[in-house]
Antibody
Framework: QVQLVQSGADVKKPGASVKVSCKASGYTFTAYYMHWVRQAPGQGLEWVGWINSNSGDTNYAQKFQGRVTMTRDTSINTAYMEVNNLRSDDTAVYYC????????????WGQGTLVTVSS | IVLTQSPGTLSLSPGERATLSCRASQSVSISRSDSSTQLAWYQQKPGQAPRLLIYGASSRATGIPDRFSGSGSGTDFTLTISRLEPEDFAVYYCQQYGSSPGTFGQGTKVEIK
């Protein structure tokens, strides 16, 4: 069965960086794009960006450009998202979610990773 | 495209019918491959990830019970839950995926009355 398993919760200070992982199983990893979507406490869903799991091409939402880097390791079917220069308003649950044809239709999601930014 | 969901909160009892609305600021795109309208609905329970319920405005995702149905076209869409089960009390989001980057509505919370 399809599973996306993310790394555990993390606490960072403002200005630090965080790297979240998302390990995929149950499907051909390179056949799907991986997106990252975040959700601030009590808020809605916000798209962060995507990575082509095959080629490594990426595209980020404008507000995250320059601070977010998405990578993948096809040898272990894992996608990563790194956020730099963290601010308090980056506190959120970050989800990975897959999308087969870059339609932005998300059929399976990871369980989420809470990133808390606090001094 | 901005999606506006209403109401913000819906207070209902188990067994009742739930009707959730999603209005788009402009017409939602239609897929050239299968002519479906590119509007989806997701369910999110506390502490859990969103789950895809409906895509193509009216097609149920794998494993979704038939008490969930989607309808609509253009700018007005509806998610209907025919008879609420205890596990259906959650937050529901609509999403358009025809125009990158696939914006979400702000959500409707269905709570137990």
């Amino acid at each position: 069965q399809v599973q996306l398993v993310q790394s555990g919760a993390d606490v960072k200070k403002p200005g630090a960086s965080v790297k979240v992982s998302c390990k995929a199983s149950g499907y051909t990893f390179t056949a799907y794009y991986m997106h990252w979507v975040r959700q601030a406490p009590g808020q809605g869903l916000e798209w962060v960006g995507w990575i082509n799991s095959n080629s490594g091409d990426t595209n980020y939402a404008q507000k995250f450009q320059g601070r977010v880097t998405m990578t993948r390791d096809t040898s272990i079917n894992t996608a990563y998202m790194e956020v730099n220069n963290l601010r308090s308003d980056d506190t959120a649950v970050y989800y990975c979610t897959r999308d087969q044809w870059l339609r932005f239709l998300f059929d399976y999601w990871g369980q989420g990773t809470l990133v808390t930014v606090s001094s | 495209i901005v999606l506006t969901q209403s109401p913000g909160t819906l207070s209902l009892s188990p067994g009742e019918r739930a009707t959730l609305s999603c209005r788009a600021s402009q017409s939602v795109s239609i897929s050239r491959s299968d002519s479906s309208t590119q509007l989806a609905w997701y369910q999110q329970k506390p502490g859990q990830a969103p789950r895809l319920l409906i895509y193509g405005a009216s097609s149920r995702a794998t494993g979704i019970p038939d008490r969930f149905s989607g309808s609509g076209s253009g700018t007005d869409f509806t998610l209907t839950i025919s008879r609420l089960e205890p596990e259906d009390f959650a937050v529901y989001y609509c999403q358009q995926y025809g125009s990158s980057p696939g914006t979400f509505g702000q959500g409707t919370k269905v709570e137990i009355k």
